[in-house]
Structure formats: C-alpha cells, structure tokens
Nanobody
C-alpha cells in the first residue's frame, strides 16, 4: 500500500554532517505529519524531529539546534540535515508518516538507516 524508504546514513567522525532522506511511495493522497525517530539497542525509540504538511517543525531537546528537518510535499519526501554530530547520535534512524488515501489514514514506518558517529 505505502512504503517509506530511508537513505543517507553512514559512518562519520564526530563533528561531521549527514543528510537523511525518506521517500514515501504507493497509494498516497497526502501525508500529514512526518517524523524522524531513532533507536539504539537496549533503549527505547525516541522522537528526533517532526514536520507538519505546512512545514511547522519541532525537535527533541538533545538536537540542540544541530539538526534541521524539512519536506517536499510534491515528492513525498522528508529530509533531516544533521550537523555537528556526536558519538551519542549513533543510532538507527526511522522515518514515520501519517498517510491519507482512499482506505483511510494510517501510520507507516520505514526500515531504518544506520548512522554511526566515531570519536
């Protein structure tokens, strides 16, 4: 029905930058809120940032101004630009979206993209 595919993860040194992308495809009329989450082994999944259809954003406290979330509604794509990365940012980053189509509104998850920040 709907698929979310993340990309852009990788290995960087502390202080470096990455740009994550999430592309939604399938039966999509529109997408409401899109979010980035992250989860490390043995810990709970936590919200990183969210962006509404109109571009209103919010961030977790640990972002500390280092990340920027955005989206392109025409392409059903969301981005997370991450700067000044820290080792504690190492995690599996997931895309999440509320998608409306003829079948109703449903929440979807991507499979995740790994971000690793070395000391």
């Amino acid at each position: 029905q709907v698929q979310l595919v993340e990309s852009g993860g990788g290995l960087v040194q502390a202080g470096g930058s990455l740009r994550l992308s999430c592309v939604a495809s399938g039966n999509i009329w529109w997408i409401n809120i899109m979010r980035w989450y992250r989860q490390t082994p043995g810990s709970q999944r936590e919200l990183v940032a969210g962006v509404t259809r109109d571009g209103v954003t919010n961030y977790a406290d640990f972002v500390e101004g280092r990340f920027s979330i955005s989206r392109d509604n025409a392409k059903n794509t969301m981005f997370l630009e991450m700067n000044s990365l820290k080792p504690e940012d190492t995690s599996l980053y997931y895309c999440n979206a509320d998608v409306q189509n003829d079948l109703g509104m449903k929440n979807f998850w991507g499979q995740g993209t790994q971000v690793t920040v070395s000391s």
